[in-house]
């Protein structure tokens, strides 16, 4: 397997905190594993949210319009991020990112 290299800072306050963890329980033997782990476990999570589905089903049909793709294979994307959602939660989070995304112009407006 290949390896990306990716610098992050932490707030120092955050460092103390994570290697205090670390040496307390013995869980991880590093950082890099920790973080690591905890980058998939964030991951799977936001997978399986139905607003981040709807984001990206968004996302996809919008750039179909600009890149126009071959309709089976538009087809094919839509039904695989359809087998992960149920619809009524895709349904129900977009329209609640929507009012939220509303109040929060109406606030800065």
Do not use: C, W
Not at 60 to 71: F, G, S, T, Y
Request: proline letters at 3%; glycine letters at 2%; charged letters at 35%.
């Amino acid at each position: 397997m290949k390896y990306a290299n990716v610098s992050v800072k932490f707030p120092e306050e955050l460092d103390r905190e994570l290697e205090q963890f670390l040496e307390e329980t013995g869980v991880y033997t590093n950082k890099s594993e920790f973080i690591k782990e905890s980058v998939r476990q964030h991951l799977i999570a936001l997978n399986n949210e139905p607003a981040i589905a709807a984001l990206r089903i968004e996302q996809l049909l919008a750039r179909a319009e600009q890149d126009p793709v071959n309709d089976d294979d538009l087809h094919a994307r839509l039904d695989e991020l359809r087998q992960r959602v149920d619809e009524e939660n895709v349904t129900s989070a977009v329209e609640g990112a929507r009012e939220e995304l509303a109040d929060e112009y109406a606030d800065h407006a």
